[in-house]
């Protein structure tokens, strides 16, 4: 169940009581005459299934209670009563395809800030993936693919281009137009500082690392691979499916790419270098692709449901006062 706390004026509590009154999955109803304070108001708190929340949100939208009050949905409430239960069997759809549009978004403009710490971990990626590469571990790259925060930039390009969201593309793209070419300089700089102290092999031959070999090498499974991860790591952000991110980011290799890019300049592997930044052009994109075409499906699935409910409602009719 999700959880709705509702900051309603005065204006609108008789509207908003009705919306609420008239959607037969929402359940527990509590209002709080004259609890709000800014703005002066009532207090309402109500819950409803996890694929019925973005349809109660969009009817509070419609009579513009996000402009002048407050919508905050919580998330994680277990029902164990008739009531809950009843709106459970009567809300469309399964529980468990059930998308919380507002999650999504909210958790978007989140992953796509260019903040320090996304650096800072797209820096530690980068050192990892170099030394898997240097060591040829497969271990160690897996660390370096979970370190890995590309994949949030990503998601939320695609939630940007399927809602429109101009700003939202905008910090995405600068994320990632700041974040990879950061991790190539951090692996040319670990690369060539380590030939210089000797902490790094004075050779490296790409074709006797089969990890590096590998990425330099893009072909068509890497197509399957990163368009499977794209449709992957977008259901696994729309439904909260937390454990599947972990293999989308365990299967692509953008920040081993990228690092496999500096590693290459650093040796003066050219050809190593290109083929490499190849890999990286083709995961980012397709992924990105993927996720677009995987939230357009998932957004008209919704907003036939939408239809459904909006034409039940005409049907029923006003609720008795």
Request: net charge negative.
């Amino acid at each position: 169940m999700i959880h709705l706390r509702l900051t309603v004026p005065h204006d609108l509590v008789e509207p908003t009581l009705r919306v609420l009154h008239d959607d037969d999955c929402v359940v527990h109803i509590v209002r709080h005459e004259g609890a709000a304070i800014d703005p002066p108001g009532d207090a309402i708190s109500v819950d409803v299934p996890k694929e019925h929340a973005s349809i109660v949100v969009h009817n509070l939208r419609s009579i513009r209670l996000h402009e002048t009050g407050g919508i905050v949905l919580e998330t994680g409430g277990i029902a164990v009563d008739e009531a809950g239960a009843r709106a459970e069997e009567r809300a469309r759809g399964s529980s468990a395809d059930g998308v919380v549009w507002e999650d999504v978004e909210a958790q978007s403009g989140e992953a796509a800030e260019l903040s320090q710490s996304f650096l800072w971990f797209m820096a530690l990626g980068a050192l990892l993936a170099c030394v898997a590469l240097l060591l040829d571990s497969p271990v160690l790259m897996v660390g370096a693919m979970v370190v890995g925060p590309e994949f949030g930039p990503i998601a939320a390009a695609s939630v940007a281009l399927a809602d429109r969201r101009g700003a939202l593309a905008w910090r995405s793209v600068r994320a990632l137009a700041v974040g990879l070419p950061f991790a190539v300089v951090v692996s040319y700089a670990f690369s060539a500082g380590g030939r210089l102290v000797g902490l790094n092999p004075e050779e490296f031959a790409g074709v006797s690392h089969q990890l590096a070999s590998t990425i330099a090498q893009p072909d068509a499974y890497t197509v399957v691979v990163a368009a499977v991860a794209g449709v992957a790591g977008l259901l696994s952000m729309t439904t909260a499916k937390s454990g599947a991110i972990v293999g989308v980011l365990v299967s692509v290799t953008t920040l081993p790419a990228a690092a496999n890019v500096g590693l290459a300049l650093a040796y003066e592997d050219v050809g190593g270098a290109f083929g490499s930044l190849a890999q990286l052009v083709l995961n980012v994109a397709l992924m990105f692709v993927a996720g677009v075409v995987t939230l357009v499906v998932q957004r008209l699935g919704y907003q036939r449901r939408l239809r459904k409910e909006q034409a039940g409602a005409s049907r029923r009719g006003p609720a008795p006062s």
